[in-house]
């Protein structure tokens, strides 16, 4: 069984693999936490993924070495590295409680009809969370090797030893969720490229992760169709312009609110699905937005008002801060690394870093 819970202390980089660019980072200490020492963001060449499947090993290991090249200051060959949600699952199950080499034994009989592959397609890895009655509360991953075992592949090419591979969703919770949130029901809404990815998160623990087809392209590619410009122009149109009130026909507001709606539509099945299914029957207290489309002008306005339509309890809804567990001066930080850069592009490979940190 691949081990998805790695915690070795062993020096490493983050490393970031989506079907737009490569990311990756690591991390030093400073005078009141961590810095980013070294990090690089580098586009993906074409033909290397289609639809989050690897087709070009070899041309994704020479893009990783691109990657960590342009960061320049990368000490280590140990890699952290993450699945992207569409090729990964995330379940909570309760199973009698037994020893832990039992529970690894037991997995695959256990998920068989909860993943919605088969389970020998499938790498799986769990970790306790906490015991309820006679029962054992377990947080269960599944990574498709039909992802991993190329990504492992492209790794080896490129010289690199991974020492730990874990879901999006990880390395966004660690980067994203701070003190005053790991107390609370929280749900993370990353509007990426190709995809809106839902994370539920209550008292620091993942329970729940879902993801549809509608983000940032999509946006962008009704932008285009609505105000007949190239694609080009109307991502441009979309970050400067976004939810903006326009008095004419052909808006990019029009464009985009029918997307929009429909992730929300989808906020509002998974939380109503947690709070049916938790044990606690918990209401979701807080939504935090990351990913390129979540900078948006008036998203999370528009988000906060339409959750909030027949609501009984109050939602907040706001852009996340990854750097909150940095513990470092984060407005030099802000100012002095990502001057030019938008630190949310960054959150699942600061995750991933602060994954070598936090198991130190």
């Known amino acids: 069984m691949l081990s998805l819970f790695y915690n ?18 690591q991390l030093e200490p400073s005078k009141n936490g961590f810095l980013p020492y070294a990090f690089s963001e580098v586009p993906l060449a074409a033909k290397v993924m289609n639809n989050h499947i690897i087709i070009n090993e070899l041309k994704l290991s020479q893009n990783i070495l691109a990657a960590v090249e342009a960061a320049k200051k990368i000490t280590t060959k140990r890699v952290v590295v ?29 998920m068989e009809q909860d993943i919605p592959v088969p389970v020998d397609q ?7 969370i906490k015991n ?37 969703s990880q390395s966004m919770s660690r980067a994203l969720i701070g003190k005053e949130e790991s107390k609370k029901a929280v749900l993370i809404l990353d509007i990426a490229t190709t995809q ?32 007949g410009v190239p694609a080009v ?16 026909r052909g808006s990019t ?35 935090i937005l990351c990913g390129g489309s979540s900078r948006m002008t008036g998203i999370s306005d528009y988000i906060t008002a339409r959750l909030g339509l027949g ?26 690394i990502f001057a030019k850069t938008d630190p949310l592009a960054f959150t699942t490979v600061i995750g991933l870093a602060l994954r070598d940190i936090e198991s130190k």
């Open 8 to 25: 070795k202390k062993l020096e490493a980089f983050g490393l970031d693999i989506s079907e737009a660019s490569i990311k990756v980072m």
């Open 196 to 227: 809106s990815t839902f994370i539920i998160v209550e008292n620091g623990n993942i329970q729940y992760t879902s993801s549809i087809p509608i983000a940032g392209n999509a946006f962008t590619e009704s932008i285009a169709r609505s105000l």
């Open 311 to 336: 609501s009984t309890h109050g939602l907040n809804v706001g852009l996340g801060d990854p750097f909150v567990n940095l513990m470092a001066d984060q407005k030099t930080a802000k100012k002095s």
């Open 253 to 287: 507001r029009e464009a985009i609110l029918p997307l929009l709606d429909n992730i929300i539509d989808e906020i509002k099945n998974v939380s109503r699905f947690y709070e049916d299914h938790s044990e606690l029957h918990r209401p979701i207290e807080q939504v």
């Open 132 to 168: 309820i009655g006679d029962k054992m509360q377990i947080l269960v991953m599944a990574a498709s090797k039909e992802y991993v075992d190329p990504l492992i592949n492209s790794l080896k090419l490129a010289k690199l030893i991974p020492i730990a591979i874990e879901l999006d």
């Open 122 to 128: 499938v790498y799986l890895d769990w970790q306790f």
């Open 233 to 248: 122009d109307a991502e441009k149109i979309k970050r400067e312009r976004g939810l903006t009130t326009e008095a004419r």
């Open 82 to 110: 993450s699945v992207p949600e569409a090729k990964s699952f995330v379940r909570v199950v309760e199973i009698p409680q037994m020893p832990a080499g039992e529970v690894t034994a037991a997995l695959p009989w256990e």
